[in-house]
């Protein structure tokens, strides 16, 4: 297959990425490249492709789309290795990153893809897309709307089957009909399952880590004091803050502690944590009143996020994690995953209380053909993060030729 590049993004914060440089500033979109394109890129390099107008799943259009995405490894004569990779709430398409060639931070499953690794690029040609709504040069709500304006409070709600028919629309652009696996975790896992539950003939194989068939009452309770922390936060201004010179980055930040908090366990904080002072704090103290250790822990990442996540891609990710449910309008959860034709790997982390395994429980047992795998770890949901030693073996028994495909 021949392949043109036609315009080549590095990582380094692009000037009009929101997610890169806080979300305070009016957005500049890139120059648009005309077409579709892409290259088989050994390294990863951010890429972008114009799909056009995408009918929602709600009704309503969202037009002049963009998807930006990653890829590594070479496209085979038969254009049958590819693999789609699909990151969770707050990642993105960098799902690696080497030293050397502008790509010095490492990706968020490092150990993953590369010679030797459970997806070897030798064989595999990987595409990682930046999901539809976020932040990191896929459309989004800091994307301009076609009168020039952030898209903001207009940007409309997209569930995961928009966002699973924009990365379609961008493998049709690109040539690739058949998907060897398709892998992701959490919000990258309700994609994953919805990938094989809409497109059985398009996927051989599905990995789908600490995720779900449905979000779950529970799911949506945690999301809610989300989505009021950053709506409540006065610089949220209605979502339109883009030209206010500031942004919602208490909201965010309130958003990001609870959801920490879900994505790890009662035995990780009170074993590394305990009832220990922050450094040179002193939280009995009156004035200045000092932090414990988990509460300076939980103000770090929420620093972090706010710094690099535009608040509304927040909202739209986590309103479309709640709608997550592959049996809407397909006569259950059960008739859908039915349709699967994909050999499936379905794990979970023993300890993940967002994401518990009875779910996955109830993705193997609906599934035609499923493995069913454990992650051991003391971390919660984010297991599926940090134990790529573990993640790294899973693949690889995934990816065997054994456990191909039932495609016809
Ligand atoms: C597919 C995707 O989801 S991609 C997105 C994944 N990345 C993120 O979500 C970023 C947010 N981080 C995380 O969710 C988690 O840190 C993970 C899963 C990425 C990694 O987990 P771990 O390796 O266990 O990191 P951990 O939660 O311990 O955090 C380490 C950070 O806390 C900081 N920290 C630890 N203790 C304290 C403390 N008492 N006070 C302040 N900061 C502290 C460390 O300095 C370190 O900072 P750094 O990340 O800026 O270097
Ligand atoms: N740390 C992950 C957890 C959600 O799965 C994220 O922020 O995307």
Redesign the pocket.
């Known amino acids: 297959m021949t392949v043109t590049p036609h315009r080549q993004s590095t990582r380094r914060p692009h000037p009009a990425d929101p997610c890169a440089r806080g979300a305070g500033a009016a957005p500049v979109e890139p120059a648009r490249p005309s077409g579709a394109w892409f290259e088989g890129d050994p390294v990863g390099r951010r890429q972008f492709v114009d799909i056009g107008d995408l009918e929602l799943e709600r009704g309503g259009v969202l037009p002049d789309v963009r998807v930006a995405f990653e890829t590594w490894g070479t496209l085979n004569e038969a254009a049958d290795n590819v693999i789609l990779i699909e ?6 398409s960098h799902v690696v990153g080497e030293a050397g060639n502008g790509h010095a931070s490492p990706g ?2 490092q150990g993953l893809i590369g010679p030797g690794r459970p997806i070897d690029a030798a064989d595999w040609f990987v595409v990682a897309t930046n999901v539809l709504g976020g932040c990191q040069g896929t459309t989004g709500p800091a994307s301009a709307a076609p009168d020039g304006r952030a898209w903001g409070s207009r940007f409309p709600y997209v569930t995961v089957r928009d966002q699973v028919r924009a990365e379609a629309l961008l493998l049709d652009r690109l040539g690739l009909q058949s998907l060897a696996a398709v892998i992701g ?2 919000m ?1 896992g309700m994609r994953a399952i919805e990938w094989a539950v809409t497109h059985p003939e398009r996927v051989e194989r599905c990995v789908v880590l600490a995720s779900t068939a449905y979000a779950t009452a529970e799911q949506i309770a945690w999301c809610q004091p989300q989505l009021l922390a950053i709506r409540s936060d006065p610089a949220f201004a209605g979502g339109d803050y883009y030209a206010t010179g500031s942004s919602p980055e208490t909201g965010l930040g309130l958003a990001r502690r609870i959801a ?1 908090i879900t ?2 366990t009662e035995t990780e904080l009170a074993d ?2 305990g009832r220990r002072p ?2 040179g704090e002193d939280p009995l103290a009156s004035d200045p009143r000092g932090r414990f ?2 509460e ?2 939980l ?3 929420a620093g ?2 706010a710094r690099r996540f535009d608040a509304n891609s927040y909202l739209v990710l986590t309103e479309a994690m709640n709608s997550h449910d592959v049996g809407r309008d397909r006569g259950g959860v059960e008739a859908a995953l039915a349709r699967v034709r994909a050999a499936c790997t379905i794990v979970s982390v023993d300890s993940d209380r967002l994401y518990p395994p009875r779910l996955s429980d109830e993705l193997h047992e609906g599934l035609p053909v499923s493995s069913r795998a454990h992650i051991v770890s003391d ?1 919660g949901h ?1 297991g599926f ?2 134990e790529e030693e573990q993640v790294g073996r899973i693949i690889r028994d995934a990816l065997d030729p054994s456990a191909a495909a039932s495609v016809a």
């Open positions: 990151h969770a709430l707050t990642g993105d968020w499953w975790g959490s990258g920490h994505y790890r590394r944590f922050q450094l250790a988990v300076s822990y103000d770090h990442h972090k996020l971390f984010d993060l940090i």
